[in-house]
């Protein structure tokens, strides 16, 4: 069985280990109604369509 010789000191194991957790942009595209950039697969924020059709009231 494979048994490291030394120990691994955590500034090596931490080096190795932050390329886990690098957060990604997500994919925003703009709403095709009013061009406000929103997550896809969401209704709009700003004037509350989603597929072209509109789904929640927003207030103005």
Do not use: F, N
């Amino acid at each position: 069985m494979a048994v490291p010789k030394r120990k691994v000191s955590r500034q090596r194991r931490d080096l190795r280990r932050s390329s886990h957790w690098k957060l990604d942009m997500p994919g925003i595209v703009k709403c095709p109604t009013c061009g406000e950039y929103v997550l896809p697969h969401r209704a709009c924020k700003a004037c509350g369509t989603y597929g072209g059709r509109k789904v929640i009231e927003v207030a103005e």
